[in-house]
């Protein structure tokens, strides 16, 4: 294995435009027209010198390296910014430009350290490359004119530091901050011989606007921006391409490594989803994989008073086997069943239901997305005929109105956020319906258009008022209705929309959004041109969540704004394969593909490839589960990779349906939550330890790829087959790749996937079948995939969740950018440094109100419980509403959040609470006093 | 929580299913209703939402309860 090393073409491929034929060197080239001569020339092999130059950026014209000769003109251009012509003759050597470009060299290395044999880019720094390019043997000026030698190192970012001493000031860092990220968080701060990259108003790093995205440590040709984990063990030796485990945009890494050592992530510049693009956490926060807190040995335990015991793989998963099969024996098939995770690899959650079918034999199998984007499964099954999003997220280029709902992808998707920023840059309107006012409303280069700063619980009422002024203003697509719809649906549906009730004045009053931002809104979405919809869990998260995606799906088909490119209705998925993990049958009533386990001939294929009988009934719910757990008939339960104890609502509830089981199996990374209820302890394998492949929220089937030996002894799905076979349902796969071939043996919208395929295009996005061989960007596009859309009613209902004297306060949950989920992970990375707590944020007027200071401890009571909590005072959300994350255990969101769902899937009710909130007075005497204690004391002891 | 405690809960989630499908004609209604309750609960569910029934089904609201009386049917029937 070698390092995989991506061409540096030096400027943007042009994608379109006539073919345009010159010579360079005497070389000839064809080429888009538009395309630079530095392109050009790198795209036939013709490396012309460059330090300011790189394809991840627009060319700048600064170092003056790349220069050309070029017949019938004058001087000596930048090949970077000079476009080709037809019939060009180009010359990228002579003398002439020999001694210009060393010239160039010679004032660069004036001031520059000559430490190159202890410097961190040793071996990988393109000023070291080019001053052996162009010849540089002397530095006719001596090193000791002013120099910038003695500049102080910014180190104050966790996981790179700045040293301007090796700066160059090409302003890639700069260019790339504006035009990949959109932060606009860099600089070249002061003028001539002063000049000096600049995080902010002259801040550190750390304390800057930067989001350490990473993309200008990428973009830097020196040591100037360097990761500390290079500076720590040196440069990488060998690399491998693999997915990135944090949220569903799914990007593509070039693990970089030493052994079984990582020293770096680098996104890959041909991954589909984020074209050599990534964020904080995918880029740097993956130290968790090596943290002390891994629990690495199998354990047991009779009883959850008793300590845990270390013990022998065969021990633990014979000892669970034979506790499930009492249990099946004592209390009946149905007393047990599992848990995958959205955070595993789809063949391990295709496994993990086929041994809760197969091996337990019953349907009590369920995943993780039961507690986020079930109710899109659900919804756009109804309507367009598949559980998925309709779009790729290039998609995103061509819309010309954007309509995000529920989601905040700044933070919680922010690698395609900053394709949405971009195309917002390039003039695309955006509309934000989102009770809190999130950074896309207004941030750097754009600005919403409008903002529905709605009441939490009212999105239905929300986007009914919408569809009423498309369909009275008579603003919809009559003819796409008429022939791609079902027509009937769609009368129904207008005749329910155009009703008054539904009117944004009507609206107005239960949402709290004045009804002319409606009406504006509507108009922009229907009439705007391509309008696509991005939606996260503040739709799905709701007792409304399937009806409000039936509402979405609604709109899109009466515009038209479905089935080409710049349009759709498009999930973003919360973790990193939930697309795959419900395409994988974890859901209780379906198989992989989507097909309801009542449908017998699915059925049969089934049974006959796997050699059993599959029970026709659909089993229980995670919500189901633990109910029945407390109502007696279900006592054991696998868990791989999940933690409900933290994530699941209702903590009480939960923690005590799981205290009510007679055997709990947990295989997780971390001795978490979930586990201080457990009996048996698995240990998880990270993604860096397993191969596999992800889905991602447009579909995309992407390879996972091991780059270390499991810590643990086995990779996730490894465990899984072991615990099958004790259970009497022998499984005998030797690599991940025999189970993806049984996946696409009995699932059609994957007939076409193989690891050998996905090795070959570097992904692919399902259907991948023998009609679309190369699978399908854009579903919907000559019909719905279910025939003709079928457009749903979407009578707005109240939550039962409701304020009043004692609840006044609605409470809403959500993401920030540098942690992820329950924090499993990320809190076990130095991302911490940003966040290291969960704050609630409540508006100035409630502080004021009830005594509450800025940073001040409260107590946060709902029906369900109560936790404490700090507070941020801040306008980003509107008097009466408050909000939090949850990512810190010891914050208990979810003792506060109730068992409320979604009418349809049971899809918790997270983002409506009735809360209050009161002084706490420090957070001694709180509900979490307790865990925050533990977690000090863990802390001293390590 | 208890058997006793179970069935409220049960009665709840099928209300809510009932709202969804209440604009509809009231035969359609009571069988997208009984339709959603075969699909997607599990059989012990559907048995104790029929046991609660017996037992006078209170606060099951119209829709739901015809949709679990078809259900009812269909089992004696089979």
């Keep these: ?942 | 929580m208890t058997r006793v405690e179970y069935g409220p809960k049960l009665v709840h989630l099928a209300n809510q299913i009932g709202k969804f499908f209440a604009h509809q004609p009231k035969p359609e209604a009571v069988a997208n209703i009984a339709d959603h309750l075969r699909k997607f609960w599990d059989p012990r569910m559907r048995a104790q939402m029929l046991e609660y029934l017996e037992q006078g089904g209170s606060g099951l609201e119209e829709l739901p309860k015809m949709a679990v009386e078809q259900i009812a049917d269909e089992a004696v029937k089979k």
């Design chain 1, 1 to 942: 294995m070698a390092l995989i090393e991506e061409i540096d073409y030096g400027t943007k491929l042009v994608q379109i435009g006539k073919t345009v034929t010159l010579t360079i060197d005497g070389q000839t080239a064809c080429v888009p027209e538009g395309t630079s001569i530095l392109r050009a020339a790198t795209e036939i092999g013709t490396q012309i010198p460059k330090l300011c130059a790189t394809d991840m950026v627009s060319a700048f014209g600064s170092c003056r390296l790349c220069l050309v000769e070029i017949e019938g003109r004058a001087g000596t251009p930048a090949s970077c910014t000079t476009p080709v012509a037809e019939g060009m003759v180009v010359h990228t050597q002579s003398e002439r430009l020999a001694r210009l470009r060393r010239g160039v060299m010679e004032l660069y290395i004036s001031d520059h350290p000559l430490d190159c044999l202890t410097c961190s880019a040793n071996g990988n720094c393109e000023l070291q490359t080019m001053a052996g390019a162009v010849g540089l043997r002397e530095v006719r000026y001596g090193m000791d004119g002013a120099n910038h030698l003695q500049a102080r190192k910014d180190v104050s970012n966790p996981y790179f530091q700045f040293d301007p001493a090796k700066c160059i000031l090409c302003s890639r860092c700069v260019r790339a901050c504006e035009e990949v990220q959109g932060t606009f968080a860099l600089t070249i701060a002061g003028r001539g011989f002063a000049s000096v990259v600049s995080p902010g108003m002259e801040e550190e790093f750390l304390s800057s606007e930067c989001v350490s995205c990473g993309a200008c440590v990428q973009a830097c040709p020196t040591a100037t921006l360097m990761e500390k984990s290079v500076l720590d063990m040196g440069q990488p030796e060998h690399s491998v391409v693999t997915t990135c485990a944090y949220c569903g945009v799914g990007c593509a890494f070039k693990a970089e490594m030493r052994g079984e050592n990582v020293v770096r992530m680098v996104p890959f510049k041909d991954g589909k989803a984020n074209h050599g693009h990534s964020c904080v956490k995918g880029r740097f926060a993956w130290g968790y994989a090596t943290h002390r807190d891994r629990a690495l040995k199998p354990m047991l335990r009779e009883k959850t008073s008793d300590p845990w015991r270390e013990v022998s793989w065969e021990e633990a998963i014979a000892y669970a086997a034979t506790e499930f099969k009492r249990i099946q024996a004592q209390y009946g098939k149905g007393a047990i069943g599992g848990i995958s995770s959205s955070r595993c690899t789809n063949e391990e959650a295709y496994l993990v239901q086929k041994m809760v079918r197969a091996a337990f034999g019953n349907n009590n199998t369920d995943t993780c997305a039961r507690v986020c984007h079930s109710p899109t499964g659900y919804a756009l099954s109804s309507t367009f005929g598949t559980s998925a999003g309709t779009q790729d997220f290039d998609s995103v280029e061509l819309c010309d109105v954007i309509l995000v709902v529920g989601a905040n992808p700044t933070d919680a998707h922010p690698v395609f956020a900053s394709r949405m920023k971009k195309r917002l840059r390039e003039g695309a309107k955006l509309i934000v319906i989102d009770p809190r006012r999130i950074d896309l409303v207004r941030m750097p280069h754009v600005e919403a258009s409008v903002h529905l700063a709605l009441q939490p619980g009212t999105n239905a009422a929300v986007l009914d008022a919408i569809a009423h002024v498309i369909v009275t203003e008579h603003l919809s697509d009559e003819a796409f209705v008429r022939e791609r719809c079902e027509v009937d649906s769609y009368m129904r549906w207008a005749l329910f929309v155009a009703e008054e009730r539904n009117s944004p004045e009507a609206v107005e009053k239960i949402s709290g959004v004045p009804a002319g931002l409606i009406r504006q809104a509507a108009r922009l979405y229907a009439t705007g041109g391509n309008a696509a919809i991005y939606y996260g869990l503040g739709v799905t998260e709701h007792s409304q969540g399937s009806t409000t995606v039936m509402a979405l799906a609604n709109l899109a088909m009466a515009t038209g704004n479905i089935g080409r490119e710049g349009v759709g209705v498009n999930p973003l998925r919360g973790q990193n394969n939930v697309q795959g993990s419900c395409d994988m049958g974890s859901f209780p009533h379906e198989l992989p593909g989507y097909r309801h386990i009542s449908n017998l001939a699915v059925r049969q294929s089934f049974e006959a490839d796997w050699g059993v009988t599959l029970d026709h009934e659909p089993g229980l719910r995670i919500p189901n589960m633990i109910d029945c757990a407390l109502e007696g008939s279900f006592k054991g339960i696998y868990i791989q990779g999940e933690d409900i104890a933290q994530s699941d609502p209702d903590w009480q509830h939960i923690t005590a349906g799981l205290s009510a089981m007679e055997c709990v199996v947990v295989q997780d990374l971390f001795l978490n939550e979930t586990a201080k209820y457990a009996h048996v302890f698995l240990p998880g394998s990270t993604f860096l330890e397993k191969d596999g492949t992800f889905t991602n929220a447009e579909r995309r089937i992407q390879r996972v790829r091991k780059v270390m030996t499991p810590k643990g002894g086995y990779q996730d799905w490894e465990v899984t087959q072991l615990l099958s076979q004790a259970m009497g349902h022998a499984m005998h796969y030797n690599h991940p790749s025999e189970i993806m071939d049984e996946i696409a043996r009995l699932t059609p919208a994957f007939a076409g996937v193989s690891y050998e395929k996905l090795d070959k295009l570097g992904s692919v996005q399902w259907p991948c079948n023998e009609a679309m061989p190369e699978g399908t960007p854009v579903m919907h596009v000559p019909g719905f995939v279910r025939g003709k859309g079928r457009f749903f009613v979407t009578e707005y209902v109240p939550t039962d969740e409701r304020t009043g004297l004692r609840f006044p306060l609605l409470l809403t949950t959500g993401r920030i950018l540098t942690q992820y989920n329950v924090g499993t992970q990320t809190r076990r990375t130095s991302n911490v440094d940003w966040h290291s707590e969960d704050l609630l944020e409540v508006h100035p007027n409630d502080a004021e109100h009830r005594g509450i200071k800025d940073g001040a401890w409260v107590r946060l009571e709902s029906r369900s419980g109560a936790t404490t909590l700090r507070t941020m005072i801040t306008e980003r959300v509107a008097p009466g509403v408050v909000y939090t994350t949850f990512h810190h255990p010891e914050t208990m969101a979810n003792v506060v959040t109730t068992d409320y769902s979604d009418w349809a899937t049971d899809c918790p009710e997270y983002k409506v609470t009735a809360v209050q909130i009161s002084p706490a007075g420090g957070s001694a005497g709180t509900l979490n006093a307790g865990r925050m204690l533990e977690k000090q004391l863990r802390s001293e002891q390590a």
